[in-house]
C-alpha cells in the first residue's frame, strides 16, 4: 500500500499516554499516522525504512517541515494507547499479536522488512484493528 499523504483523523482511540516532541526531517508529517524515528539521523520520519526504523508513535498534529531542513521543527506523537489502525487479513484471533508498520499507516501480521507497532486489542474487521502501541515504541 501507499504511504498516507493527508492528515487521518483519529477515528477511535483509548488511553492516549504522553505526547512526546521530535525533530521532524525534512518532511511532512500528518496526524493520526504512524511516526518514526530514522536510525541513521535520529529525526522523526514517516518511513518506517523497511524496517530499520523505530516506531516513535502517533502524529498528534500535523507537522509540515517539508519545505525546512530537518531538525527546524518538532512534531510530537502519541506514546502510549490504543489507535486503531489499517491493514489486511485480520480476524478475531489476530487479537493479542504482534503487528509491523510498513509505512505510515499500514500495518501487517508478518514482521518481514517492517517496524514493530504494537499488540492487537480488539479485531474490528478484516482490515481494521485497535492496537496497542506501547509494545512498539522505541522497541
Known amino acids: ?69 530537518a531538525g527546524d521543527l518538532s512534531c510530537e506523537v502519541y506514546t502510549r494507547g490504543e489507535f486503531e489502525l489499517v491493514g489486511s487479513s485480520f480476524a478475531q484471533g489476530s487479537v493479542g499479536d504482534k503487528v509491523y508498520g510498513i509505512d505510515n499507516y499500514t500495518i501487517q501480521a508478518s514482521s518481514s522488512s517492517a517496524t514493530l507497532v504494537g499488540h492487537v486489542t480488539e479485531f474490528i474487521s478484516a482490515t481494521n484493528v485497535m492496537v496497542d502501541i506501547a509494545a512498539g515504541v522505541l522497541a
Do not use: P, Q, W
Open 1 to 69: 500500500m501507499a504511504a498516507v499523504t493527508e492528515n487521518k483523523i483519529i477515528v477511535a482511540s483509548r488511553h492516549h499516554g504522553s505526547r512526546v516532541g521530535y525533530k521532524a526531517a525534512a518532511e511532512y508529517l500528518y496526524a493520526g499516522t504512524l511516526a518514526f524515528l530514522d536510525a541513521t539521523t535520529g529525526f522523526l520520519t514517516g518511513n518506517d525504512n523497511a524496517g530499520a526504523n523505530k516506531l516513535a508513535g502517533v502524529v498528534a498534529e500535523e507537522c509540515d517541515n517539508s519545505g525546512g531542513s
